[in-house]
Nanobody, 115 residues
Framework: QVQLVESGGGLVHPGGSLRLSCVASRSRIALYTMGWYRQAPGKQRELVASITPNSRTYYGDSVKGRFTISRDSTKNTVYLQMNGLEPEDTAVYYC?????????WGQGTQVTVSS
């Protein structure tokens, strides 16, 4: 099964940007629909963006127009470019396949948006 390591989170001011990276091992991400999920304190984990093997993308309503998902198959890496960050985007961000593989959840990367 695919193993995933997320990075790129941090503390940013409202309106700021971050780029998250998810490096996969043991499997080629180009074969799967890959997604970025997030979990805010006290809330369920939610899918915010995904990209199919033929590069069709999906975005949740709350991030549409601000986030962009992309994939570099040569690096076996999925990215999430996040612009116009809002305090409501504060969460731990994870990548996984869509639907997710339970044993593939990584540690995630914390994104905090605060002034």
């Amino acid at each position: 099964q695919v193993q995933l390591v997320e990075s790129g989170g941090g503390l940013v001011h409202p309106g700021g940007s971050l780029r998250l990276s998810c490096v996969a091992s043991r499997s080629r991400i180009a074969l799967y629909t890959m997604g970025w999920y997030r979990q805010a304190p006290g809330k369920q984990r939610e899918l915010v963006a995904s990209i199919t093997p033929n590069s069709r993308t999906y975005y949740g309503d709350s991030v549409k127009g601000r986030f962009t998902i992309s994939r570099d198959s040569t690096k076996n890496t999925v990215y999430l470019q996040m612009n116009g960050l809002e305090p409501e985007d504060t969460a731990v961000y994870y990548c996984n396949t869509v639907p997710p593989v339970v044993n593939s959840w990584g540690q995630g990367t914390q994104v905090t948006v605060s002034s």
